[in-house]
């Protein structure tokens, strides 16, 4: 069964440092990546998606993801984090002919300290 | 505009009545999607659909139903049979290929049961 592991429920960061979240899929299969983000009581938004082209993905906000089939990772990076960084990320997978099926990973809090 | 539109907001429903959410999308996409989101356990998959007239469960579609007669719409009813409802719902769609793979979500349903 298709699946992504987030690591890390909550990651805190200070303001102006780097982002980094991780996510790992499971499958031999190279399948779509994507990372969105969620403000509180709000639907996804899309920060970037892999789509097997450019291996390095740069979205918006100033985020991007390096996807790598040796570690099975797409983890999600911003050089420098600000306030307004701060909620809670997914990463998510599909697989090219499983049906559209998209699944999502637990999610990561991500909280922005002065 | 396009986009997902998902009513009512807040939704408040007694013990043993089944109640229907709303999901319309003027985006023109085949895939269309309902997700349940829990505190801590992400956004887990209740139904998705390919097409019209056609549609599979998800990881956690006991006590659920859904309809796919128009290719804008996809309701989604919970049902007394559902022990657990009161949770956050989000519908969304996607393209199909690889440059539309992405999905797009609309605002959410926040279900409580009283």
């Known amino acids: 069964a298709q699946s992504v592991t987030q690591l890390g429920s909550h990651v805190s960061v200070s303001e102006g440092a780097l982002v980094l979240l991780r996510c790992n899929y499971s499958s031999s299969v190279p399948p779509y990546l994507f990372w969105y983000v969620q403000y509180p009581n709000q639907g996804l938004q899309l920060l970037l998606k892999y789509t097997s082209a450019a291996t390095l993905v740069k979205g918006i906000n100033g985020f991007e993801a390096e996807f790598k089939k040796s570690e099975t990772s797409f983890h999600l990076t911003k050089p420098s984090a600000h306030m307004s960084d701060a909620a809670e990320y997914f990463c998510a997978v599909k697989y090219p002919g499983g049906g559209n099926k998209l699944t999502f990973g637990t999610g990561t809090q991500l909280k922005v300290e002065l | 505009d396009g986009g997902i539109t998902q009513s009512p907001k807040y939704l408040f429903r007694k013990e043993g009545q089944n109640v229907t959410l709303s999901c319309e999308q003027n985006l023109n996409h085949d895939a269309m999607y309902w997700y349940r989101q829990d505190p801590g356990q992400g956004l887990r998959l209740i139904y998705y659909?390919?097409?019209?007239?056609?549609?599979q469960k998800g990881d956690i579609a006991e006590g659920y139903s859904v309809s796919r007669e128009k290719k804008e719409s996809f309701p989604l009813t919970v049902t007394s049979a559902q022990k657990n409802p009161t949770a956050f719902y989000l519908c969304?769609?996607?393209?199909?290929?690889?440059?539309?793979?992405?999905?797009?979500f609309g605002q959410g349903t926040r279900l409580t049961v009283v």
């Open positions: 659909s390919q097409i019209v007239n056609d549609f």
């Open positions: 969304a769609s996607s393209g199909q290929g690889t440059m539309n793979t992405e999905a797009f």
